[in-house]
């Protein structure tokens, strides 16, 4: 699969292409917002990793370029900018999803998996796990029809969850998920504290399961 990441900062991109890679990920780096335009009329892409804020140019308008050519390849932006009016104008303009800055390797490549498996032409915000239902557009999640009312950090974890139903998440993964702070995703408890209130809101104890010396995984 090929990617294309449009990111200014060299070294961010440098090490974002060298994640992608080391899962499995062909990558194209754009420097800016003209040798953007260059690859994307030379190549197709599976998925765009765009950043808003290029040093030649706005990765918004660029976004709305693409898809006012009717390119239909998914475009994940990647921003520094963490207000609610900012996430609507960029999914307004065409984006399929949208990361604030600084984020987990973990839940970008989670999301990209979600992205590149979806099909353009029948998108959905839903993810389904049993009776237990999880909209990533509202942020409401339902068991068996009835709401769930999850706090924010107990919807962040479990998205990740069932973004990654068939593989073990660590301790450390997901508390890099819900705390920036490196003090904060070494010696804090809080994911286990989520989790065993995700457990009795959810009502369903053995949905999320302990694995011994690890962490957790969905018992599917």
Not at 31 to 40: D, I, M, R, S, T
Not at 42 to 69: K, T, V
Not at 194 to 206: A, E, F, S, T
Request: net charge negative.
């Amino acid at each position: 699969m090929n990617i294309l990441i449009v990111e200014d900062d060299i070294l961010t991109a440098n090490q974002l292409s060298k994640l992608l890679i080391s899962d499995k990920y062909n990558c194209d780096i754009a420097y800016g917002y003209k040798e953007a335009q260059g690859k994307l009329d030379a190549n197709s892409y599976s998925l765009i990793l765009l950043d808003w804020n290029l040093g030649d140019g706005d990765g918004l308008e660029l976004l709305q370029e693409i898809r006012d050519m009717e390119i239909t390849t998914p475009i994940f932006m990647l921003s520094a900018n963490s207000e609610i009016d900012d996430r609507v104008a960029v999914l307004d303009s065409g984006a399929d999803d949208y990361l604030c800055k600084p984020y987990s390797s973990v839940e970008l490549l989670a999301r990209m998996r979600a992205l590149l498996r979806r099909d353009t032409s029948q998108k959905t915000t839903t993810i389904t796990i049993g009776d237990v239902v999880l909209d990533t557009a509202s942020r409401e999640v339902f068991v068996a029809g009835e709401n769930a009312n999850l706090t924010t950090a107990e919807f962040d974890l479990l998205e990740l969850f069932m973004q990654n139903s068939n593989q073990v998440l660590t301790r450390y993964q997901l508390s890099e998920h819900i705390n920036k702070d490196n003090y904060s995703i070494k010696h804090s408890n809080l994911v286990d504290v989520h989790i065993k209130n995700l457990r009795k809101k959810l009502q369903k104890k053995d949905f999320l399961l302990s694995v011994r010396g690890i962490g957790y995984k969905i018992n599917k």
